[in-house]
């Protein structure tokens, strides 16, 4: 049971270039949620999911889109990278509430990004 | 959602007992008290959840007052490994909305 898994582990991007962040969970949960860590800091929420077809903002979602075509993946698209967007990324999915472990976050192990 | 407040840092030595308490006076109804740990360059984990009363696992204990508008978390008799950032949230039994994290409180245990 790998849980979530985040590709790449590290990347680093020219200002205005774009990539996108692979988010993949094997753990059947509806939500999944996309957030930034600073360092030193805590973590912001970019865009979070709660099915397939279904995205919404979080609390800082500009310079983000994100796609849940599938309840598996929820990719984390970056268009103009700017220096701003330099941070670790970290995705997440959570059980549904009708689960013993309800609103237990599981996490990836984070996509360091550097845009210089 | 119910807004979290913790001390931003705390110091203590192995083998002490840690207590962070995390204040939630707009905790509503049906919402659950949890507690993540983050270790550097890795992400939140889960150490404890729990309503009201007192929780505990292999890992931590939980205790929560009547009037649920605080929690602490206790660390029995830390050592070096439990040098991490701790997160307190609080949101209600339906998941998946919005789950946000305040700034956590940053335990450096000493030799």
């Known amino acids: 049971n790998a849980g979530v898994t985040q590709t790449p582990k590290f990347r680093i991007l020219k200002i205005g270039q774009s990539m996108t962040l692979q988010c993949t969970q094997d753990m059947n949960h509806n939500y999944m949620y996309w957030y930034r860590q600073d360092p030193g800091m805590g973590l912001k929420l970019i865009y979070y999911s709660v099915g397939a077809g279904i995205t919404d903002k979080g609390e800082v979602p500009n310079g983000y889109n994100v796609s849940r075509s599938t309840t598996e993946d929820f990719p984390l698209r970056l268009e103009l990278a700017a220096p701003s967007q330099t941070s670790v990324y970290f995705c997440a999915s959570q059980s549904p509430p009708e689960a013993a472990t309800n609103e237990k976050l599981f996490f990836g192990s984070g996509t360091q990004l550097s845009v210089l | 959602l119910a807004k979290t407040t913790q001390p931003i840092s705390m110091d203590s030595y192995e083998g002490q007992e840690v207590n962070i308490t995390c204040s939630h006076n707009n905790i509503a109804t049906n919402d659950y008290i949890t507690w993540y740990q983050q270790f550097p360059s890795q992400g939140p984990r889960f150490i404890i959840q729990g309503y009201k009363t007192k929780v505990t696992n292999e890992v931590a204990s939980l205790f929560i007052p009547a009037d649920r508008k605080s929690s602490t978390l206790s660390l029995p008799r830390v050592s070096l490994s439990d040098t991490a950032v701790y997160y307190c949230?609080?949101?209600?039994?339906?998941?998946?909305?919005?789950?946000?994290f305040g700034a956590g409180t940053r335990l450096f245990v000493k030799a």
């Open positions: 949230l609080v949101g209600s039994n339906t998941g998946g909305f919005k789950t946000i």
